[in-house]
């Protein structure tokens, strides 16, 4: 493959990386490292257009002035490096940082204000050299300046904080990942040591210090994106396992992740959730109701609660439901959270108990407290109306002799029947109530 394409192929591949990035850089709340590292690739690609054309250059002048171009954008590389590894590592020394900053800012200035750039005194000569494969490219020949040698050294400079911080960053964790790392930064010192023995004319080769710029910028594309797989992996592992159904919405409504029980709840047939909204998945009135609470969280930028049904399976269950903003770190909110928790359960025990606290739990009837009530409206509506109430209390002989000759199952059984034949008599307004074995007493409003 020629040069000059191999160099094009690996410009297309920085650029995809860098709008991968960007867009996770998006994603994220603050997240600087992305970000950075897509600007290092949309820089890379353009250097290494520039790169491309003093390759193909037919004078000097057009030349130098690619070569020229080609090292603005390596400064400006450079400098973005060292702030991405300060991101990526935790290993944020200011001082050195802003000194970084300051060089390559000098060094590009310098290289646009002197005639030739920072690399050359003079005009260089254009050397053609023809490949082993018949491809010819343009080669600058001249006296290098001390600005080429600061660049060097700048340059060697940011790769050792590049190295020392990722070994800073394995001691903590002995991950794959810095060694990968490691590997692009050898691979790109490697080819920029080649491209000085081109330059010196030590050796005559295609110098390979653009594809050390390329390659590094693979690799750490390679590196950034597995690590992201892999935390995105663990993250659903963990919340595949949580006993709730749990999503993450964008402010825009479009879900980013979702957990197996929530897939389960909200579309049992499985179709892919993520990437789709409310709109897409719900009844109408229901979609009403979620942007309601989304709307409500986003406005106060705190939590909402509420309770919700859901048919699953022909069966119907409530669900306690927490929605919450997350917010980056200056407070704004960047997407929604939502927890649901099936509640189906503690709400029939707490129907239950409740009803057991007015209910006799044999018969059905209103217990003693339920009785209660019932005789004080009673009472207050006779009052009120001049009316009378009747009170009945109604036992019944010889139980005792059922329970201890049939037994007590066969007793219960025929106070259910007694109780079921007491309801059938009376009115609706009338109450009929169980105090205990076999005791009931009924009341009996505008009786006379």
């Known amino acids: 493959m020629p040069v000059v394409h191999l160099l094009y192929f690996l410009a297309g591949l920085c650029a995809y990386a860098g709008l991968s990035h960007f867009l996770i850089g998006l ?119 001390g600005w080429a040698e600061l660049n060097v050294l700048g340059s060697l400079a940011v790769v050792a904080y590049a190295v020392y911080a990722l070994i800073r960053l394995y001691r903590h964790g002995h991950r794959s990942s810095e060694r990968r790392m490691w590997s692009g930064m050898g691979g790109h010192r490697l080819c920029g040591a080649q491209g000085s023995l081109v330059r010196l004319g030590v050796i005559e080769f295609v110098p390979l210090g653009a594809f050390g710029f390329l390659v590094l910028i693979i690799v750490m594309s390679v590196v950034l994106s597995s690590e992201i797989r892999q935390r995105d992996e663990r993250m659903q592992s963990i919340l595949d396992h949580v006993p709730a159904a749990v999503y993450l919405k964008d402010l825009g409504g479009r879900y980013l992740l979702v957990n197996r029980f929530f897939q389960r709840l909200l579309n049992p047939s499985g179709r892919p959730i993520i990437g789709k909204t409310n709109q897409d998945l719900l009844a109408q009135e229901r979609v009403a109701v979620f942007s309601a609470h989304d709307q409500q969280v986003l406005s106060t930028n ?130 009929v109530s169980r105090l205990g074995g076999d005791e009931f007493i009924l009341i009996l409003p505008r009786t006379d």
């Open 27 to 145: 994603r994220g709340p603050n997240d600087r490292a992305n970000l950075l590292f897509s600007a290092i690739c949309f820089i890379g690609v353009v250097f290494t257009v520039f790169i491309v054309v003093s390759l193909q250059a037919t004078t000097a002048a057009e030349l130098v002035w690619a070569n020229r171009t080609s090292l603005a954008f390596a400064e400006i590389y450079l400098t973005l490096l060292a702030w991405f590894m300060a991101e990526y590592s935790g290993v944020r020394p200011q001082p050195l940082l802003l000194g970084f900053s300051a060089l390559f800012a000098v060094l590009f200035i310098a290289n646009l204000a002197l005639p030739y750039g920072v690399q050359f005194q003079d005009m260089p000569t254009l050397k053609r050299m023809r490949l082993p494969w018949g491809e010819e490219i343009s080669l600058p020949a001249g006296a290098t300046t």
């Open 302 to 431: 705190s939590f909402v609660e509420s309770e919700d049904t859901a048919n699953l399976a022909g069966e119907v269950s409530t669900y306690h439901v927490i929605t919450f903003p997350l917010l980056s770190k200056n407070g704004r909110p960047y997407a929604i959270c939502g927890i649901a928790n099936d509640v189906t359960e503690r709400k029939k025990s707490e129907e239950r108990l409740e009803w057991l606290k007015n209910f006799d739990q044999l018969t059905g009837l209103p217990n003693r407290v339920l009785l209660q009530d019932h005789f004080k409206y009673s009472l207050s509506m006779a009052q009120r109306g001049g009316d009378n109430v009747a009170v009945m209390f109604l036992d019944l002989d010889n139980f005792k002799n059922i329970n201890d000759t049939l037994g007590h199952t066969l007793g219960d059984k025929f106070l259910i029947e007694t109780a079921k034949r007491l309801r059938d008599a009376i009115r609706d307004e009338d109450t």
